[in-house]
């Protein structure tokens, strides 16, 4: 023991008198930045998350999330696409390190590095400063991070046509139109167009509708025989007769309409 200043009591003999570990570090210098964690900054959060949960829980009674056009399992031509936040991920998976033999590392091995990365990078730059240019590492990981977000999500976006996807996933309208099926030609209907069109001529996501359409009688078989657009030809094989029972039913439904 030595008097004075230098002063120093130890209590157990296998106790350093000079053992630092336990002590927390002086933030003094750094006045009215930091705060107690609890209960001063968890409450803060907690207050924070709580207002941020109660709008966007009103938000999904006020305005509930659209649906789109029924699944159609018969359309091998419609490409499903994940929501936007997720289209980087969804465009890393067409090259050619990500993809094929590669699968896994693009589905779990570069997306589990990434966000693995960002989880370390407060441990693997944990200075005091709070600025910028004191935090190289963590700031450039995540610079990093945010290019190459938005870059794949850019490069996804740009190669889709959203005004025919848009088209393509509205809902479909219930149809009010009362279907005669003791109709000559609703048969034909049914064996070549019902698959596309729907039972009601509502459409689908792969056929437009046939209500409400401006074809007369004589078009209506052509293009059941010689298609049009993105419909085929050679999707009615009846014969001549079906044929023009086909178009004069398709005809009366909408004169029914009118």
């Not at 803060?44 to 009103?58: H, P, Q």
């Not at 990093?144 to 809902?171: F, Q």
Request: net charge negative; glycine share 10%.
């Amino acid at each position: 023991m030595h008097r004075g200043k230098g002063m120093k009591f130890v209590g157990d003999s296998r106790i350093s008198a000079t053992k630092t570990s336990q002590i927390p570090k002086d933030y003094s210098e750094y006045p009215g930045r930091t705060e107690a964690f609890w209960p001063n900054f968890l409450l803060k959060e907690w207050l924070a998350g709580s207002v941020f949960l109660v709008g966007f829980l009103t938000l999904t009674l006020v305005h509930p999330s659209p649906l789109g056009g029924i699944a159609d399992p018969t359309n091998a031509a419609f490409i499903p696409l994940p929501d936007w936040y997720f289209l980087f991920l969804y465009e890393l998976l067409k090259y050619e390190f990500a993809s094929g033999d590669y699968i896994l590392l693009g589905m779990l091995g570069l997306p589990g590095l990434a966000f693995g990365a960002l989880l370390l990078a407060p441990f693997l730059d944990n200075g005091p400063g709070r600025r910028p240019g004191q935090r190289p590492v963590a700031v450039g990981m995540m610079l990093l991070a945010l290019a190459s977000v938005v870059w794949l999500t850019y490069t996804s976006a740009s190669h889709v046509d959203w005004e025919a996807r848009a088209e393509m996933d509205k809902p479909i309208p219930e149809s009010e139109v009362a279907i005669d099926t003791e109709h000559d030609g609703y048969a034909a209907y049914e064996a070549s167009c019902m698959s596309c069109h729907g039972g009601n001529l509502e459409g689908g996501p792969a056929a437009p509708t046939l209500v409400g359409i401006e074809y007369t009688a004589e078009e209506i078989a052509d293009i059941a025989v010689n298609g049009i657009g993105g419909m085929p030809a050679g999707i009615f094989t009846g014969s001549d007769e079906e044929l023009e029972q086909l178009s004069d039913f398709i005809m009366s439904v909408n004169e029914s309409t009118e």
